[in-house]
C-alpha cells in the first residue's frame, strides 16, 4: 500500500469523513432499515422534512447515499427512497484467532470486496502483523485512488488477554506471551497511517450480527460465538453494550461443573478446543475443522458427542444469563458449517425445554446469520460505525 495515499486518506476522513450526529443518524436509519425515503426518515428520526432534505444532500454529494427507483404513491410527487451506497466508504477487519487470521475488505453495506486467511500453530505477533501489511498492499494494489481513499481505517478482533490461553506450554507458550505487552494498535501504525480500532473478538462478531445480522430482530439478547474457544456479547436496547474496559458479554467466564465435579468455565466445556482434543485422542488431524467444513458431516462419531455436551452447556449458560438480564432471545453462531450451526441450536432448544426455569421467562433459542466471519466482518464494522453511524439508542427513535 502506498503510505502516502493513506496518509491523505486519515486527513481527509478527519475532515469530512466522521460525520456530525444527525448526519449519522440518518445514516444508521438508512443502514438498519434499508432504502428509506426523506419522508419516513424525517418521522423516524424526529427531525423536520427540510433538515432532513439537506442533510440527505449532504450524504448524497459526498457518495455516502445514493438514490433508488421512484415509489409512486395514489398522490403527489413520487417519493425516492435512499441507500447507502456500497462504494461510500469501507474498512479492514482483522480476525486474530486460535488457529487463523483473517483480514476482509468490507464495504458499506457489510459486503466483502476482498479476504485474505493465514493458518497457524499458534499466533506469534510478528507472523499475524506481517500478514496484516502484506495483505493490505495485496488487496490495494489493484484498486483505483478514489476507492483506496474510501478506505476510513482498520479493525482488529482479537481475543481478551490473548496471551492468557493456558493450553500451551514450554517454547509455543513463552512466543505466545509476546503478545501481553503489545499494543497493537501502536505496530500497526508502523506502517499504517489509517485509524485502528482493537476490541474484543466475540464481541466484535456480536457486533457484526447485530449490524449486518439478526440483531435487527431483537431488542435484548445474548450472543454466544464458538471458535476455537467460546465468547460472546450483550446487546442493550438495540445497541452492542461493551462495557467499561469492553469486556461485556464475557460470557466464556461463565461457571460450569467439568466430567468430575471440578470447577470449571464455559470455555472448557463448550468450545471446538474440546473436539479438537478428541480428534487428537485417535490420531485424526483437527486442523480438517478449519480447512475443510464438510468434514464436520463426515465425522459424526465424534462430532455428535461433542455437539451433546455444548448445547447441554448452552442451554444452562443461557438460562442463567437470564437471570440477570430478561433477554429476549439468545443467538447462537460459530466458525462451523450451517447445518452445525442449525442441529446445536435445536439442541440447545431441547435442553432449555427440559431444565428448571423456576423465577425465569426463557428466552428464544435462534440461529446467527454471519457464520465463521463475524469476528473480521465486526472488526471492520468498528472504525465504520465510529466515524459514520450511531451505536446507541435514540430516545423517541425506533433505530
Known amino acids: ?39 419516513d426518515l424525517a418521522r423516524l428520526a424526529g427531525l423536520s422534512a427540510p433538515t432532513v432534505s439537506g442533510i440527505l444532500r449532504r450524504l448524497e454529494a459526498d457518495g455516502l447515499l445514493v438514490r433508488g427507483a421512484p415509489v409512486r404513491g395514489k398522490v403527489g410527487k413520487p417519493s425516492i427512497p435512499m441507500r447507502l451506497d456500497p462504494c461510500g466508504v469501507s474498512s479492514f477487519g482483522l480476525k486474530i484467532g486460535r488457529r487463523s487470521a483473517d483480514l476482509v475488505l468490507m464495504d458499506f453495506t457489510g459486503g466483502i470486496h476482498d479476504q485474505c486467511k493465514m493458518t497457524y500453530d499458534y499466533p506469534i505477533p510478528t507472523a499475524v502483523l506481517a500478514f496484516l501489511k ?14 483506496i481513499a474510501r478506505i476510513c481505517g482498520i479493525g482488529v478482533a482479537a ?36 485509524p485502528v480500532q482493537v476490541l474484543n473478538d466475540a464481541t466484535a462478531a456480536c457486533q457484526a450480527e447485530h449490524t449486518y445480522g439478526r440483531g435487527k430482530e431483537f431488542r435484548d439478547y445474548a450472543y454466544f460465538f464458538i471458535g476455537a474457544f467460546i465468547g460472546g456479547g450483550v446487546v442493550l436496547n438495540n445497541s452492542v ?3 467499561r474496559q469492553g469486556n461485556a458479554g464475557a460470557l466464556g467466564s461463565l ?11 464455559l470455555i472448557d466445556m463448550a468450545s471446538i478446543h474440546q473436539l479438537e482434543a478428541r480428534l487428537l485422542e485417535v490420531d ?10 464438510r468434514c464436520w458431516m463426515e465425522l459424526p462419531r465424534y462430532v455428535d458427542p461433542w455437539l451433546g455436551q455444548t448445547a447441554q452447556e448452552l442451554a444452562k449458560a443461557s438460562l442463567s444469563i437470564c437471570s440477570v438480564i430478561d433477554f429476549e432471545a439468545v443467538l447462537i453462531d460459530g466458525a462451523f458449517p450451517a447445518e452445525i450451526r442449525d442441529e446445536l441450536v435445536e439442541r440447545t432448544r431441547r435442553y432449555v425445554a427440559t431444565q428448571d426455569t423456576r423465577g425465569l421467562i426463557p428466552p428464544q433459542i435462534e440461529a446467527g446469520s454471519i457464520g465463521a466471519n463475524a469476528r473480521a466482518l465486526g472488526a471492520a464494522c468498528g472504525p465504520i460505525r465510529a466515524q459514520f453511524l450511531l451505536n446507541t439508542h435514540i430516545g423517541g427513535t425506533d433505530m
Open 134 to 147: 502484506d495483505s493490505m498492499d495485496q488487496m490495494t494494489a489493484s484498486m483505483a485512488a478514489r476507492d
Open 1 to 39: 500500500m502506498d503510505n502516502r495515499l493513506v496518509r491523505s486518506i486519515s486527513t481527509g476522513l478527519s475532515q469530512k469523513g466522521v460525520r456530525d450526529h444527525n448526519e449519522r443518524l440518518l445514516l444508521s436509519l438508512v443502514q438498519r432499515h434499508g432504502a428509506l425515503p426523506g419522508s
Open 255 to 265: 461457571r460450569s461443573i467439568g466430567p468430575n465435579g471440578e470447577s470449571m468455565q
Open 284 to 293: 485424526i488431524d483437527p486442523r480438517q475443522l478449519w480447512e475443510n467444513p
Open 159 to 194: 481475543p481478551f488477554e490473548l496471551w492468557n490461553w493456558h493450553d500451551l506450554d514450554g517454547a509455543p507458550a513463552q512466543n505466545f506471551l509476546s503478545w501481553k505487552d503489545l499494543d497493537i494498535a501502536i505496530e500497526i501504525k508502523q506502517f499504517s497511517d489509517l
Open 241 to 243: 453494550f461493551e462495557g
